[in-house]
C-alpha cells in the first residue's frame, strides 16, 4: 500500500530540524527501499524549510501511522501537524525515474482538498513535468479525500494549475525539492 506523508513545520523549529539532521537521515534510511518520493517543501522566502514529504510504500496502515509518528523531528516536536493518507502512484514510477533529473527548474509540491462529492482523476496530459502523482484516500482505499502531485513548473501558478481548480474545494502550492543524502 502506498501512503502521502506530509510533515507540516512548527514555526521557529528550524534549530530544532537542523540538530536532528542525522537523526532524520538515519531514520529515512530504514525505508529507503520503501520510498517514492521525498524530500523538504520550503516557505515563501525560498530557502526556509517549511515541511517534509514523503511518498511510501508500506504494508498497511497502521505501519504508515508508525512511520509518520516515530520520526524523531515529529517526536521531538519540530511539526506542527501531519498529513497522512493512503496514495496511488498514477506514474508507476519512483522520483528518481523522474526524465528531469534531481536539480534544475521549480519543483512544487500541490495538495488539492477534495468537494464533498468524488470524482474520476486522471493523469494530465503534460505528464514529462511530473515527477510523482496521484489521489489522497481514506485508509481503506475506498474514499477519494483529494490529490497530490509532485511537478516541475516555470512558476506557482502553473504548478497550481496541474489541478482542475472547480473540482477542489482547496489547492495548496508548495515550493519543493527532491530530497535523500546528496
Not at 29 to 42: K, M, S, V, W
Not at 154 to 160: V, Y
Not at 176 to 182: D, H
Amino acid at each position: 500500500m502506498e501512503f502521502f506523508c506530509y510533515h507540516r513545520d512548527r514555526p521557529g523549529s528550524l534549530s530544532l530540524r537542523e540538530k536532528l539532521g542525522e537523526e532524520h537521515w538515519s531514520y529515512m534510511d530504514r525505508y529507503a527501499d520503501e520510498l517514492i518520493a521525498r524530500g523538504p517543501t520550503f516557505a515563501d522566502d525560498g530557502e526556509t524549510p517549511s515541511g517534509s514529504v514523503h511518498i511510501v510504500d508500506l504494508p498497511d496502515p497502521a505501519a504508515a501511522r508508525a512511520f509518520a509518528f516515530d520520526e524523531p523531528n515529529y517526536q521531538a516536536g519540530a511539526y506542527r501537524d501531519v498529513l497522512l493518507r493512503r496514495w496511488r502512484n498514477m506514474l508507476g514510477r519512483t522520483m528518481w525515474d523522474f526524465p528531469g533529473g534531481r536539480t534544475g527548474d521549480d519543483r512544487y509540491l500541490v495538495i488539492g482538498l477534495a468537494p464533498e462529492r468524488s470524482a474520476e482523476l486522471a493523469v494530465p496530459p503534460d505528464r514529462d513535468e511530473l515527477i510523482a502523482f496521484g489521489p489522497l484516500l481514506s485508509d481503506d482505499g475506498a474514499t477519494w479525500l483529494g490529490t497530490a502531485a509532485l511537478l516541475r513548473a516555470p512558476d506557482p501558478g502553473t504548478a497550481r494549475d496541474v489541478l482542475s481548480p472547480g473540482r477542489y474545494a482547496d489547492i495548496e502550492v508548495h515550493d519543493w525539492e527532491f530530497g535523500g543524502r546528496r
